[in-house]
Structure formats: structure tokens, C-alpha cells
């Protein structure tokens, strides 16, 4: 009977979700918004959270003294108000003040002032915190969860991936268990009944991508159902109810990487159909595409990644088509299909790059994430244009997959009645949190002061010229003693830095997604320093770079400087370099951190090219830094890049409107 009531009760908050309509706010509504988010942060200002924080530490001296029953009771006692929604900002403090202390009885880590000010503002107020790297967001996450488990029955903690999922839900078990509530994490290898379980616990950790398509999945299962009630006959039948119990909480590990960068990308449920039939056509649109020429016939957008047939290209085209007729193949007679045929043939040969977009495994196409670096190796890219990338490498076409259910993940975080989230780079996204999400961002100060040394950029004319650069200020901070993270953009210029520190003798450790398995040990040992046997750490790493790791510097590292960030050429948002950067001088360690670029970088020929050709003219020699239209030309390249992915999101957002408004079902 019991379980029964589980499978109910699991249906019934699921189809609570599904009656959310989360809309952005336009025009006027978008201002009055603001100003409400704007309201509602005035009570919860960083001055008052910080005084909350500390009234809560004065409760600390007597909450220590303890005994081990006295604290399980004042826990039931606590809890059992929260439940009953008779909390306050006493009983808050209260609260707190007990899960700090769970915290360092089971953990051994006592959280500082900071974190309980980080605490009290992505909980009870669901806040965006920023807290830098190094600063503590697990521990932070972890006395904050139960009480917002306790006040809305169920927490979805997500983070980047499974391994991170897995760690952190075992290594928080033992605060969530003292404080009366059961964890699990969901893992991709679990079936449903193993997800089934996870779901029904009061604090759930997983990745974006897992809880979203078991969310669809249930969409799926659940169709056009609109009530429990009517729904009690699927579930006497089935014997099973929906995997997610509806929507209520959740707080985002890394949240400007899944609420913002990540926010983009839709995911989609799809099954394959039974033969690909078009796998020849792709392969002679691939064919014809090689024919044309850049410039005579067609144009290529890199930025929005679009190419446009000029006048002669389409005369060029018809005369091929004519010749392909007698193949038999009708679709060469539907001049404007096949052009667009060819369209996506020239896309995915001039702006999808091997080692960058994608790469071959097992004779497979498989994505790579431009913002992490991880493969995505169960997404595709729609309209034809996976079958296009596959058909210019040569590998086997797929067949082209049928959509049963869609959702972008702005569209599934703001289904959230509560969300709040952590990360290290939050203040550059104020704007668009609180635009989308409704979410203000609260900066919590580091615990203590940030000593890392920020080094002059390096620009120089040249590629070749700047990779020269970087392994010879790699071999002088080595031949120092200093552990090193060399951070690239793409898998690719990861593959060609290890190859050129092997030419110079250079002992290094890469990390990207070809080398992925011991992600977490290898961030984790690349604070070295030099010690007996033992040379300083070099560590070249795509911008997944561990996150959610800390990189714990040895005293000899400690001795010679700390650790020392590269980045070998700028991100499309200031962001991702932030993240990567406050790998350094995490607590108050030593380190310092430099940039270098060219104007050959991906960044500048994308979206400065006025500017790049301005440059060329009013400097001389290979390195160029210092030269104020220099540093102008790349901050003025990196704000377009951000506003161009701004505006994709946006086109994302307003998609996600039409969709809900004309297709409700979808």
C-alpha cells in the first residue's frame, strides 16, 4: 500500500510540474521584473546577510557543547518546524548554526563566516552566489541542502558531471543522514527502478542532462495528461509512476556553466529510424561542396555559422544537379532542397572543425562540449547537419532521429519553484540571471585576502610566434620549480602544446576529453612543486580543467610561488578565463597567472576583423603587447562574442515561448 501511495504521490507532483508554465518576461514586464528582483534583494543585501551569518556564529560556542542526543534532538526539533513552514529568521540562524555543527562532527570541515553568509543567501533566499574558486561551494552546498530539503520536500543538487555527482553524495552523506534525510545521486548506467529510488530520496544529486531527460521521459510516458486522478489508471496498469516527483528545489553546482552556457543547448529525446536511406545524399552533397569555391560561390558566416550561395555557385549547382538526375535520386530534381543539401555540406566543412567541435571515436562522430571540453557522445547536431560532419569525415552516416520530446535547460530550471546555485564567476552574469531565472547574485568576499599575481597579457602577431612564447615561459617557470595549469580551448591545441613540450624535454600531464578517465586525480596532483625524484607539475588541460576539484599546492610548490595559470589564447566569455585563472591563489596560497594571444587566435578572426587589420598596421615586430588598440582589439573581441552567445540564448528563450504557447505538448 505504502508504495503504492509512493507511486502517487510521485505522479501527482509530477503533473504539479507540468502545469508550471515559466514564461520570460517582455518589455515592460522585463523592467518590472528587474525592479521586483531589485526589491526583493534589498532585504537580503550582502550587509544583512553577513550580520545573519555572524549572529548565527554566536550560536556556535553553546551548540558545540552538545552532547551527541541533545544535537539529534534539537535537529528533530528544527526540522519538524521547517516541515510545518513555521520558519523564521531565528529559527534560520538555528539551523544553520546546527548543520555547521553536523558539518564538522562528520566531516571534520568547520565552515568560516563566509560560507554561512554564502549559505543563508543560496538557500533561504535563493540566491546566485559567486564564491571563487577554492573558497569552499561543496561544504557551502552541503549546510545549506537540509534545510532547504526540510522546507520543500525534495533538493536536486546538479554539478557537471557524474563523477562529481557520485563524490560529492557520499561525501556528504553523513551531515545529510544526521540531519534526518536520505541522499542518493543519479549515474548514467542506472536503470529505471535504480532512478526510480534515487528520485523518491529527499536529496537527489545529478548531472543537468540526467535529471532533464528523466523529466522527459516521464513527459513522454505521461503524454497528454493533465490530472493524478485521471492518471490513477495508467498507474494501476503500468505498476509504475513517473521517475521525477515533480519540481520543487534546486541548487546548480557551477551555475554559470549550466544556467548560462550550457542554456543554449536544447536537450532532445529521440529514437533512430530504422535505415538511413539518405546516407548517399550526404555524401554527394559532401562531394559537391568540395567542388565550389570560397569567395566565387559562396560565402561563409563563422560567427553565426551560415553560409550563402552566391549567384555563380547556384548556376554551378544546377549543372551538377542536372548531371546527378540520372542517378535515379528525385531529390536532386528539388533545386532548393538539394541547395540546402549543399548549404549544410559547406557549414559543417568550414565551421565545424575536428579537435575542436568534434572528434572520431570508434569511427563515430562525437560533439565536444566548446564550453567544458567533455565529449558529448549522446547528442547530435539537428536539421542534417551531424550527417554532413559525418559524411566529410568519411565515417558511417547515422540515421537521421525522429523527435519525440525537446526542452532547452533555461526553459527546465525556471519549471523550479526555488532555485539557487553557486559558482566562481557569477557577477559577469548578473544581468541575464536576473532577466531568465529571477535570481539576484550575491559576491561573497574570499576568507582570505587573494594574493594572486595578475600578469601583463602577451600579444603577439603570429600563432607560431606566441606558442613559441608559451613553452619557453613553461620551461623557465619549470626549470623554477613552479607547478603549472596550461589551459587551451580546444583539444586540438592541447594535443599540439604536450607534442612541442615533449620536443623540449618538458614532462607533462594532458587533460581533455581523450584523456578524461583520471580527470579529478590529475587536477588534484597538479599542485607539486619539486621534491626528491620528483619534478614540478605540468598540466596541460582543456577549460574542463577538474572543476570541482581543488588543487592543493605542497610546501616545496608553496616555496617556489604557488601555482601558476597559463592561458594560451581568450575564451568567448570573460567568464570562462575567470575560472580557469582562480585555479591560482585559492585561501590565501601564492600563484600567479598570464595570458597570452595573437591575431591569428580564433577569437579575433571571428569577431574583430576591422579591428585585427587596424593592428597589423600600427604595430611592428612579433610581439605586440602594450599597444593600446591591442589590448582594445581583444577585450572588444571577447564583449562580442559574449553578446553574440547572449543573443543565441535570447533566440532560445523566445523559441521556448512559441513552443509552449503553440505546442504544449512539446
Not at 570541515?109 to 535563493?126: I, M, T
Not at 545529510?176 to 536529496?203: N, P, W
Request: aromatic share 6%; proline share 4%; charged share 30%.
Amino acid at each position: 500500500m505504502s508504495q503504492a501511495l509512493t507511486k502517487y504521490h510521485a505522479l501527482h507532483e509530477a503533473v504539479r510540474s507540468r502545469r508550471r508554465k515559466p514564461e520570460v518576461p517582455k518589455g515592460l514586464d522585463s523592467l518590472a521584473t528587474k525592479a521586483v528582483v531589485k526589491a526583493k534583494n534589498l532585504r537580503a543585501r550582502p550587509a544583512w546577510l553577513m550580520a545573519q551569518a555572524r549572529l548565527s556564529d554566536e550560536l556556535s560556542p553553546t551548540i558545540r557543547g552538545l552532547a551527541e542526543a541533545a544535537l539529534d534532538e534539537q535537529i528533530r526539533e528544527v526540522r519538524d518546524r521547517f516541515v510545518r513552514g513555521r520558519e523564521d529568521d531565528a529559527l534560520v540562524r538555528r539551523a544553520l548554526a546546527l548543520t555547521r555543527e553536523v558539518a564538522r562532527r562528520a566531516t571534520g570541515e568547520e565552515p568560516f563566516l563566509v560560507q554561512l553568509k554564502g549559505a543563508l543567501a543560496a538557500l533561504y533566499h535563493g540566491r546566485i552566489i559567486e564564491m571563487l574558486t577554492g573558497e569552499g561551494k561543496t561544504l557551502t552546498g552541503s549546510i545549506a541542502a537540509p534545510l532547504i530539503a526540510w522546507k520543500h520536500k525534495h533538493l536536486h543538487v546538479l554539478t557537471v558531471n557524474d563523477y562529481l555527482a557520485a563524490r560529492d553524495a557520499e561525501s556528504r552523506r553523513p551531515i545529510y543522514e544526521r540531519c534526518l534525510l536520505t541522499v542518493g545521486a543519479i549515474q548514467q548506467e542506472m536503470d529505471s527502478a535504480a532512478r526510480f529510488d534515487i528520485y523518491a530520496k529527499h536529496v537527489i544529486y545529478g548531472t543537468p542532462k540526467q535529471v532533464t531527460a528523466d523529466y522527459l521521459r516521464d513527459q513522454i510516458r505521461m503524454g497528454q495528461l493533465l490530472s493524478a486522478w485521471a492518471g490513477r489508471q495508467q498507474l494501476n496498469q503500468t505498476g509504475s509512476g513517473p521517475l521525477v516527483p515533480g519540481l520543487q528545489a534546486c541548487m546548480v553546482d557551477e551555475a554559470d556553466a549550466v544556467l548560462i552556457d550550457e542554456g543554449v543547448v536544447p536537450l532532445i529525446i529521440a529514437r533512430s529510424r530504422q535505415e538511413d536511406e539518405m546516407s548517399e545524399v550526404y555524401r554527394t552533397a559532401s562531394a559537391l561542396a568540395s567542388k565550389l569555391d570560397e569567395g566565387p560561390d559562396f560565402k561563409i558566416d563563422h560567427v553565426k555559422r551560415k553560409a550563402e550561395l552566391k549567384r555563380r555557385g547556384e548556376h554551378r549547382l544546377e549543372q551538377m544537379f542536372d548531371d546527378l538526375v540520372s542517378t535515379g535520386e528525385p531529390i536532386w530534381r528539388a533545386t532548393r532542397r538539394a541547395e540546402e543539401l549543399v548549404r549544410q555540406a559547406l557549414i559543417a566543412r568550414y565551421c565545424y572543425r575536428h579537435g575542436q567541435h568534434y572528434h572520431i571515436v570508434d569511427g563515430r562522430v562525437v560533439i565536444v562540449d566548446e564550453y567544458t571540453g567533455r565529449f558529448l557522445p549522446d547528442r547530435s547536431w539537428e536539421h542534417g547537419l551531424h550527417q554532413s560532419v559525418e559524411a566529410k569525415e568519411d565515417v558511417t552516416v547515422t540515421a537521421d532521429r525522429e523527435t519525440l520530446a525537446r526542452m532547452s535547460f533555461q526553459r527546465f530550471f525556471r519549471s523550479y519553484p526555488f532555485l539557487c546555485g553557486m559558482t566562481g564567476t557569477a557577477a559577469d552574469a548578473t544581468s541575464e540571471m536576473e532577466k531568465v531565472y529571477a535570481r539576484p547574485v550575491v559576491v561573497v568576499e574570499t576568507n582570505r585576502p587573494l594574493i594572486r599575481v595578475q600578469m601583463p597579457m602577451r600579444a603577439f602577431r603570429t600563432s607560431e610566434a606566441k606558442w613559441n612564447a608559451i613553452v619557453d615561459s613553461i620551461a623557465e617557470l619549470h626549470a623554477a620549480g613552479r607547478p603549472m595549469l596550461v589551459g587551451t580551448r580546444s583539444i586540438a591545441a592541447s594535443e599540439f602544446l604536450a607534442e612541442r613540450l615533449s620536443n623540449r624535454g618538458l614532462p607533462h600531464t594532458v587533460l581533455n576529453a581523450l584523456h578524461d578517465q583520471e580527470e579529478a586525480g590529475l587536477i588534484a596532483e597538479a599542485g607539486h612543486g619539486r621534491g626528491p625524484g620528483r619534478e614540478p607539475s605540468i598540466t596541460v588541460a582543456t577549460n574542463m580543467a577538474g572543476r570541482g576539484t581543488d588543487i592543493l599546492l605542497d610546501d616545496a610548490a608553496r616555496e617556489a610561488g604557488g601555482l601558476h595559470v597559463i592561458l594560451t589564447e581568450l575564451h568567448g566569455a570573460k567568464r570562462v578565463d575567470r575560472q580557469f585563472i582562480g585555479r591560482a591563489g585559492r585561501q590565501g596560497d601564492p600563484g600567479s597567472a598570464q595570458t597570452f594571444v595573437s591575431l591569428e587566435d580564433e577569437l579575433v578572426l571571428q569577431h574583430a576583423k576591422e579591428l585585427r587589420a587596424l593592428a597589423l598596421r600600427l604595430t611592428k615586430g612579433e610581439e605586440i603587447g602594450g599597444v593600446p588598440v591591442v589590448n582594445r582589439l581583444f577585450r572588444e573581441a571577447q564583449r562580442r562574442s559574449e553578446a553574440h552567445a547572449r543573443r543565441g540564448r535570447e533566440a532560445v528563450l523566445r523559441q521556448d515561448d512559441w513552443m509552449e504557447k503553440y505546442l504544449p505538448g512539446a
